[in-house]
C-alpha cells in the first residue's frame, strides 16, 4: 500500500465547547501531521425553533456546506443510514482513494438534526459510525482517531491491534 500526502477536510455544524474532546481531537491532528494535512473547518449551525422548518433548515445549513466544497472533492458525508466499515475497510478505502489520484477527501458532520438532502446528494459516500447512538460532539474526536488508525494501518505500524 502506497499512500502520498492527502489533503482532509472536517466540515462540522457547531464548536466542540468539551475541554477534553477539544484536546482529544488536537491530540489526533497533531499526530496526524506526517500522513495528511487535516483541518477542521466549523460551521455555525441555524437555530431551529419551530419543528416544522427541521427540513428546510437542514437545507439551508446544507447550502452553507456546499459552498465549502469543490466539484473535485471526493465527499464522505457521515449519517446514520450510512455505509458501516471496520478500521481496516476504512484504511482501504482511504488507501484506494489516494491510488486513485483523490486529492482531497472532505468529511461532513451535520447538525443534531441530521444532514440535508441536498449535501447526502452530493456525497460520494455516505458512512455511518456505529449503529449506537453518540453525543454529535463526540463524532470528531471519534472521526479523527479512525482517520489516524487508518494511516497506521496503511503503514503498517503498531497503533492498531
Request: hydrophobic fraction near 40%.
Amino acid at each position: 500500500m502506497i499512500i502520498q500526502k492527502l489533503k482532509i477536510k472536517i466540515i462540522a455544524l457547531g464548536k466542540i465547547k468539551e475541554k477534553f474532546l477539544k484536546e482529544g481531537i488536537d491530540e489526533f491532528l497533531k499526530r496526524l501531521t506526517p500522513y495528511a494535512s487535516v483541518t477542521i473547518q466549523e460551521l455555525t449551525p441555524i437555530e431551529i425553533k419551530d419543528e416544522n422548518l427541521i427540513d428546510k433548515i437542514l437545507n439551508d445549513e446544507g447550502e452553507k456546506i456546499l459552498a465549502n466544497i469543490k466539484p473535485q472533492d471526493y465527499v464522505i458525508t457521515m449519517e446514520i443510514q450510512g455505509k458501516q466499515f471496520s478500521s481496516e475497510d476504512f484504511a482501504e478505502k482511504i488507501n484506494d482513494l489516494t491510488n486513485d489520484g483523490t486529492q482531497e477527501i472532505v468529511f461532513v458532520i451535520g447538525s443534531s438534526c441530521g444532514i440535508g438532502k441536498n449535501v447526502s446528494k452530493r456525497a460520494n459516500l455516505k458512512m455511518s459510525m456505529s449503529k449506537m447512538t453518540f453525543l454529535h460532539q463526540f463524532a470528531r474526536l471519534i472521526l479523527v482517531e479512525q482517520i489516524y488508525r487508518a494511516f497506521k494501518i496503511i503503514k503498517g505500524e503498531t497503533y492498531h491491534k
